[in-house]
């Protein structure tokens, strides 16, 4: 977790810098889902994430080499510059007994799609687990003029009975 934090902080320097250009999702102070997750997982189950996502690969023993290539928008880091779906599709219909990380932040904690994910997985009941890094400030909008009900982890029950 300190790796990851040093990593972040870095990162923040050279964004500020203007040396990272765009959006820059940093993961400070959520470390240790990363870290959590790494502890109950394999190499060969997959995490999925679409913003901060630097510290899910030191997580994943990435090198910050990577990291900051893929900070900078070069194809160099463990997606090769690409996103993924139907991981645990893939995976129920290969058997191969593994498990999809699915990772949303709280600012799509009330937007439709997250609730399409959590129906379509249950229904087709699918190796997913989706988990939410929730800061309180999805894309710098405080939790609590977002959501009536900022308790995100209690979306998920009503598929899981």
Sequence with gaps: MALMRRMEIAADSLYKAKLIRGFCDLYDGQEAVA????AVITKKDCIITAYRDHCTFIGRSGTLLEVFAELMGRQAGCSKGKGGCGLAFAQKYSKD??????????GAANQGQLFEALNISALWDLPAILVCENNHHGMGTTEWRASKSPAY???GIMFLV
């Design 153 to 155: 982890y209690k979306l």
């Design 35 to 38: 870290v959590g997750m790494e």
């Design 97 to 106: 007994e593994t498990v999809t990380f699915a990772l949303y932040g709280d």
